[in-house]
């Protein structure tokens, strides 16, 4: 009997040996774990807050291109006008190159990334008689191809024709010259979310102008003198406003 109780006591030994061999779960400090619980709140707010983006702006990089659009643009433009020189008649009014104007935008997308428009765009220069401004005015069908359809950036290239006009007024008179137009640009649009995307691009125009014309306004009517002219001239402009697609 006792030499098995001998036995049961060194096994028991044993086993309180490997028993305190083993390695003890750590248990963190209270500090340390109210540090865990709070990464845990920051992680689960942070998943909250990006889901919040999701629902305010649902699908905006799966937007297309397609439908009607309305836009309206401020832009900068710069036409090519002639220097003041020493040799210049004391009368003369010239131009300033810079100035500034709206344009407005109707247009369909057809697909994705084809689409045209229709943009109606004036802008106002002055001159160095300060009671005379010139307005530089053209009617645009531009045809328009997006890059990257369904991103939130896209870029995009124009193409365009239509028709241009400079007038100015000098009281009686009134002075215009009108002519054909061609145009070339780029651009980028940002859409942040289905429907609206701000809009900023560049385009050059390529003016042809074919006729010039001067009205004297008098008590019993107009009186206009026309006369064909052939010169060529350029403008450029840059864009910043707001595209709406639906």
């Given at each position: ?124 220069h002055e001159t160095s008689d300060s009671d005379v401004d010139v307005a530089y005015a053209n009617a645009l069908i531009e045809a328009m191809y997006v890059f990257r359809p369904g991103e939130m950036f ?93």
């Open positions: 009997m006792w030499k098995g109780t001998g036995r049961a006591r060194r096994r028991m030994g044993r086993a309180e040996k490997a028993r305190r061999g083993r390695p003890r779960a750590k248990t963190p400090p209270e500090g340390e774990s109210k540090m865990f619980h709070v990464r845990r709140m920051k992680i689960a707010l942070a998943a909250g807050l990006l889901g919040t983006v999701a629902v305010a702006f649902p699908g905006s990089a799966r937007a297309d291109t397609e439908g009607f659009l309305l836009g309206l643009d401020l832009h900068y433009s710069k036409i090519g006008t002639e220097e003041a020189s020493d040799t210049s008649p004391e009368s003369s009014v010239f131009v300033d190159s810079d100035g500034g104007g709206v344009t407005l935008l109707l247009g369909y997308g057809f697909t994705p990334s084809f689409a045209l428009r229709f943009a109606l765009s004036g802008s106002n896209r870029p995009y290239l124009l193409g365009g024709i239509g028709a241009s006009s400079l007038e100015s007024r000098q009281d009686p008179f009134r002075y215009e010259t009108t002519g054909s137009c061609a145009s070339l640009g780029v651009g980028l649009l940002y859409f942040v979310n289905e429907h609206f995307a701000f809009d900023a691009a560049g385009r050059i125009e390529f003016v042809n102008w074919e006729k010039a014309s001067a009205t004297l306004d008098t008590d019993h009517g107009d009186i206009t003198v026309e006369t064909p002219v052939d010169d060529e001239g350029s403008a450029g402009k840059i864009f910043l406003g707001v595209n709406y697609w639906f």
